[in-house]
Protein backbone atom coordinates (compact mmCIF):
# COMPACT_ATOMS: atom_id res chain seq x y z
CA UNK A 1 0.00 0.00 0.00
CA UNK A 2 1.08 3.62 -0.77
CA UNK A 3 2.18 5.39 2.08
CA UNK A 4 -0.50 8.14 1.33
CA UNK A 5 -3.36 5.96 1.89
CA UNK A 6 -4.28 6.20 5.67
CA UNK A 7 -6.98 3.41 4.97
CA UNK A 8 -7.79 0.89 2.32
CA UNK A 9 -10.09 -1.34 1.53
CA UNK A 10 -9.31 -4.71 -0.84
CA UNK A 11 -12.31 -6.58 -1.88
CA UNK A 12 -14.85 -5.88 0.88
CA UNK A 13 -17.54 -7.76 0.84
CA UNK A 14 -21.16 -7.97 3.60
CA UNK A 15 -23.26 -10.70 2.91
CA UNK A 16 -26.84 -10.73 4.74
CA UNK A 17 -28.52 -14.51 4.23
CA UNK A 18 -27.92 -14.35 0.48
CA UNK A 19 -28.21 -10.10 -0.10
CA UNK A 20 -25.06 -8.54 -0.33
CA UNK A 21 -25.12 -4.98 1.25
CA UNK A 22 -21.20 -4.58 0.06
CA UNK A 23 -19.51 -5.51 -2.92
CA UNK A 24 -15.52 -5.66 -3.39
CA UNK A 25 -15.30 -2.39 -2.25
CA UNK A 26 -11.84 -1.05 -2.91
CA UNK A 27 -11.59 2.04 -0.56
CA UNK A 28 -8.39 4.38 -0.16
CA UNK A 29 -8.53 7.22 2.01
CA UNK A 30 -5.67 9.21 1.33
CA UNK A 31 -3.74 11.34 4.93
CA UNK A 32 -4.90 14.71 5.04
CA UNK A 33 -8.42 14.75 2.72
CA UNK A 34 -11.75 15.10 3.54
CA UNK A 35 -13.30 12.00 1.70
CA UNK A 36 -16.79 11.59 1.35
CA UNK A 37 -18.93 8.27 1.01
CA UNK A 38 -22.28 9.12 -0.80
CA UNK A 39 -24.96 6.96 -2.52
CA UNK A 40 -28.73 7.09 -2.97
CA UNK A 41 -30.75 5.57 -0.12
CA UNK A 42 -29.58 1.33 0.60
CA UNK A 43 -26.15 1.73 -1.30
CA UNK A 44 -24.47 0.92 1.92
CA UNK A 45 -22.69 3.64 3.10
CA UNK A 46 -23.82 2.92 6.42
CA UNK A 47 -22.40 -0.45 6.13
CA UNK A 48 -19.12 0.24 5.03
CA UNK A 49 -18.46 2.24 8.39
CA UNK A 50 -20.06 -0.52 10.41
CA UNK A 51 -17.65 -2.89 8.34
CA UNK A 52 -14.20 0.17 9.33
CA UNK A 53 -15.08 0.16 12.56
CA UNK A 54 -15.69 -3.68 13.34
CA UNK A 55 -19.16 -3.31 14.22
CA UNK A 56 -19.89 -5.91 12.05
CA UNK A 57 -17.89 -8.10 10.37
CA UNK A 58 -16.87 -8.54 6.86
CA UNK A 59 -17.81 -11.70 5.01
CA UNK A 60 -14.68 -11.39 2.72
CA UNK A 61 -11.53 -8.95 2.00
CA UNK A 62 -9.26 -6.87 3.69
CA UNK A 63 -8.92 -3.94 5.65
CA UNK A 64 -6.06 -2.02 6.26
CA UNK A 65 -5.02 1.28 8.58
CA UNK A 66 -1.44 2.86 8.34
CA UNK A 67 -0.61 -0.12 6.24
CA UNK A 68 -1.34 -2.73 8.48
CA UNK A 69 -4.35 -5.35 8.11
CA UNK A 70 -6.79 -4.46 11.39
CA UNK A 71 -9.60 -7.22 9.91
CA UNK A 72 -9.15 -8.85 12.67
CA UNK A 73 -9.13 -6.51 15.33
CA UNK A 74 -11.96 -5.59 17.98
CA UNK A 75 -13.91 -1.93 17.59
CA UNK A 76 -12.09 -1.10 21.21
CA UNK A 77 -8.50 -1.95 19.71
CA UNK A 78 -9.49 -0.56 16.22
CA UNK A 79 -10.43 3.07 18.38
CA UNK A 80 -7.21 2.74 20.40
CA UNK A 81 -5.55 3.26 17.04
CA UNK A 82 -6.76 5.75 15.66
CA UNK A 83 -9.54 4.82 13.78
CA UNK A 84 -12.74 6.59 15.89
CA UNK A 85 -16.33 7.18 14.61
CA UNK A 86 -19.47 9.44 15.43
CA UNK A 87 -22.57 8.06 14.71
CA UNK A 88 -25.35 8.88 12.69
CA UNK A 89 -27.66 9.67 15.80
CA UNK A 90 -25.77 12.36 18.67
CA UNK A 91 -24.72 10.01 21.39
CA UNK A 92 -23.99 11.94 24.42
CA UNK A 93 -24.84 11.98 28.23
CA UNK A 94 -27.95 13.70 28.40
CA UNK A 95 -27.79 14.66 32.39
CA UNK A 96 -24.43 15.02 32.71
CA UNK A 97 -23.17 18.62 32.00
CA UNK A 98 -21.55 19.18 28.68
CA UNK A 99 -17.77 19.97 30.18
CA UNK A 100 -18.78 16.43 31.92
CA UNK A 101 -19.29 14.79 28.49
CA UNK A 102 -16.02 16.12 27.47
CA UNK A 103 -14.14 14.52 30.76
CA UNK A 104 -15.71 11.58 30.29
CA UNK A 105 -14.35 10.99 26.93
CA UNK A 106 -10.61 12.21 27.82
CA UNK A 107 -10.60 9.70 31.00
CA UNK A 108 -10.95 7.24 28.27
CA UNK A 109 -7.17 7.85 27.39
CA UNK A 110 -5.99 6.92 30.50
CA UNK A 111 -7.24 3.09 30.49
CA UNK A 112 -9.73 1.01 30.08
CA UNK A 113 -11.86 2.75 32.29
CA UNK A 114 -14.42 5.87 32.79
CA UNK A 115 -13.16 5.86 36.45
CA UNK A 116 -16.40 7.00 37.63
CA UNK A 117 -14.87 6.12 41.50
CA UNK A 118 -12.45 8.89 41.38
CA UNK A 119 -12.38 11.74 43.26
CA UNK A 120 -14.16 15.34 42.14
CA UNK A 121 -10.44 16.71 42.56
CA UNK A 122 -8.69 14.15 40.74
CA UNK A 123 -11.13 14.62 37.71
CA UNK A 124 -10.93 18.68 37.86
CA UNK A 125 -7.34 17.89 36.45
CA UNK A 126 -9.17 17.34 33.14
CA UNK A 127 -11.08 20.64 33.06
CA UNK A 128 -8.45 22.92 31.38
CA UNK A 129 -8.41 20.45 28.48
CA UNK A 130 -12.00 19.95 28.20
CA UNK A 131 -12.65 23.56 28.23
CA UNK A 132 -9.99 24.34 25.56
CA UNK A 133 -11.88 21.62 23.18
CA UNK A 134 -15.00 23.00 23.94
CA UNK A 135 -13.74 26.57 23.24
CA UNK A 136 -12.83 24.72 19.69
CA UNK A 137 -16.36 23.89 18.57
CA UNK A 138 -18.02 26.90 20.16
CA UNK A 139 -19.25 25.23 23.36
CA UNK A 140 -17.29 27.02 25.85
CA UNK A 141 -20.24 29.44 27.25
CA UNK A 142 -22.53 26.13 27.39
CA UNK A 143 -20.02 24.44 29.64
CA UNK A 144 -22.06 24.07 32.86
CA UNK A 145 -25.60 23.35 30.40
CA UNK A 146 -26.89 19.78 30.78
CA UNK A 147 -26.41 18.24 27.47
CA UNK A 148 -29.98 17.30 27.02
CA UNK A 149 -31.03 21.20 26.81
CA UNK A 150 -28.61 21.66 24.32
CA UNK A 151 -30.26 22.67 20.71
CA UNK A 152 -29.70 19.52 17.85
CA UNK A 153 -26.76 21.67 16.30
CA UNK A 154 -25.00 21.74 19.58
CA UNK A 155 -25.86 17.95 20.24
CA UNK A 156 -23.85 17.44 17.41
CA UNK A 157 -20.77 20.19 18.27
CA UNK A 158 -20.66 18.60 21.49
CA UNK A 159 -20.35 14.66 20.42
CA UNK A 160 -17.63 15.94 17.46
CA UNK A 161 -15.59 17.40 20.98
CA UNK A 162 -15.95 14.07 22.48
CA UNK A 163 -14.79 11.54 19.70
CA UNK A 164 -11.77 14.47 19.34
CA UNK A 165 -11.01 14.04 22.81
CA UNK A 166 -10.04 10.19 21.87
CA UNK A 167 -7.34 11.97 19.54
CA UNK A 168 -8.84 10.43 16.10
CA UNK A 169 -5.96 10.13 13.41
CA UNK A 170 -8.98 9.32 10.87
CA UNK A 171 -12.03 11.06 12.06
CA UNK A 172 -15.36 8.66 10.85
CA UNK A 173 -18.15 10.85 11.11
CA UNK A 174 -22.32 9.66 9.94
CA UNK A 175 -24.27 12.46 8.41
CA UNK A 176 -22.72 15.04 10.63
CA UNK A 177 -25.58 17.34 9.50
CA UNK A 178 -28.12 14.69 9.24
CA UNK A 179 -31.65 16.68 10.48
CA UNK A 180 -29.82 20.07 10.84
CA UNK A 181 -31.81 23.44 9.62
CA UNK A 182 -29.21 25.55 7.06
CA UNK A 183 -27.61 27.78 9.92
CA UNK A 184 -27.02 24.36 11.86
CA UNK A 185 -25.55 22.79 8.87
CA UNK A 186 -23.23 26.13 8.13
CA UNK A 187 -21.84 25.70 11.72
CA UNK A 188 -20.91 21.95 10.82
CA UNK A 189 -19.26 22.78 7.96
CA UNK A 190 -16.97 24.86 10.42
CA UNK A 191 -16.31 22.35 12.80
CA UNK A 192 -15.26 19.77 10.31
CA UNK A 193 -12.94 22.00 8.56
CA UNK A 194 -11.44 22.73 12.04
CA UNK A 195 -11.24 19.02 13.38
CA UNK A 196 -9.63 18.32 9.21
CA UNK A 197 -6.71 19.90 10.46
CA UNK A 198 -4.00 17.22 10.91
CA UNK A 199 -6.20 14.35 10.28
CA UNK A 200 -8.12 12.51 8.22
CA UNK A 201 -11.47 13.01 7.29
CA UNK A 202 -14.09 9.92 6.11
CA UNK A 203 -17.70 10.92 6.12
CA UNK A 204 -21.25 9.70 4.97
CA UNK A 205 -23.29 12.77 4.19
CA UNK A 206 -26.70 13.13 2.41
CA UNK A 207 -26.71 16.97 1.96
CA UNK A 208 -24.28 17.30 -1.19
CA UNK A 209 -24.13 20.90 -0.78
CA UNK A 210 -22.12 20.08 2.37
CA UNK A 211 -19.78 17.59 0.83
CA UNK A 212 -19.38 20.22 -2.44
CA UNK A 213 -17.94 22.33 0.22
CA UNK A 214 -15.90 20.19 1.95
CA UNK A 215 -14.72 16.95 0.66
CA UNK A 216 -11.33 16.68 -1.59
CA UNK A 217 -12.40 13.68 -2.93
CA UNK A 218 -15.84 11.26 -3.06
CA UNK A 219 -16.15 7.74 -3.51
CA UNK A 220 -19.82 7.34 -4.77
CA UNK A 221 -21.86 4.00 -3.91
CA UNK A 222 -24.88 2.34 -5.30
CA UNK A 223 -25.78 -1.38 -4.57
CA UNK A 224 -23.28 -1.91 -2.49
CA UNK A 225 -20.34 -1.30 -5.08
CA UNK A 226 -18.30 1.92 -6.26
CA UNK A 227 -19.97 3.97 -9.07
CA UNK A 228 -17.68 6.61 -9.55
CA UNK A 229 -14.78 8.10 -7.83
CA UNK A 230 -13.17 11.63 -8.16
CA UNK A 231 -13.62 15.54 -7.07
CA UNK A 232 -17.47 16.65 -6.73
CA UNK A 233 -17.08 17.83 -10.69
CA UNK A 234 -16.01 14.97 -11.97
CA UNK A 235 -18.82 12.78 -9.87
CA UNK A 236 -21.71 15.21 -10.51
CA UNK A 237 -21.05 15.32 -14.04
CA UNK A 238 -20.78 11.47 -14.50
CA UNK A 239 -24.09 10.07 -16.01
CA UNK A 240 -24.31 7.05 -14.18
CA UNK A 241 -24.35 8.74 -11.01
CA UNK A 242 -26.92 11.12 -12.05
CA UNK A 243 -29.08 8.07 -13.14
CA UNK A 244 -28.49 6.61 -9.61
CA UNK A 245 -29.64 9.50 -7.58
CA UNK A 246 -32.49 10.07 -10.26
CA UNK A 247 -35.38 12.76 -9.83
CA UNK A 248 -35.01 15.41 -7.14
CA UNK A 249 -31.56 14.08 -5.71
CA UNK A 250 -29.57 14.80 -9.35
CA UNK A 251 -30.85 18.17 -9.41
CA UNK A 252 -29.45 18.86 -5.87
CA UNK A 253 -26.05 17.60 -7.71
CA UNK A 254 -26.64 20.33 -10.57
CA UNK A 255 -27.64 22.68 -7.36
CA UNK A 256 -24.40 21.85 -5.20
CA UNK A 257 -22.20 22.34 -8.04
CA UNK A 258 -23.88 24.61 -10.62
Known amino acids: MSPEFVLETRGLTKEFRGFTAVDSVDLR???????????????????????????????????????????????????????????????????????????????????????????????????????????????????????????YGRKRALELATTLALEPTVLLLDEPTQGMGAEDVEMVIGLVRRAAAGRTVLMVEHNLGVVSQLCDRITVLARGAILAEGDYASVSANPQVREAYLGSEAAVLEEAHP
Not at 32 to 47: S, V
Not at 71 to 87: M, W, Y
Request: glycine share 10%; charged share 20%.
Open 29 to 151: VQQGHIHALIGPNGAGKTTVFNLLTKFLPPSRGEILYQGKAITGLQPNEIARLGLVRSFQISAVFGHMSVLENVRVALQSKLGNSFRFWQSERTLERLDQRARQMLDEVGLLGFADTLAIELP
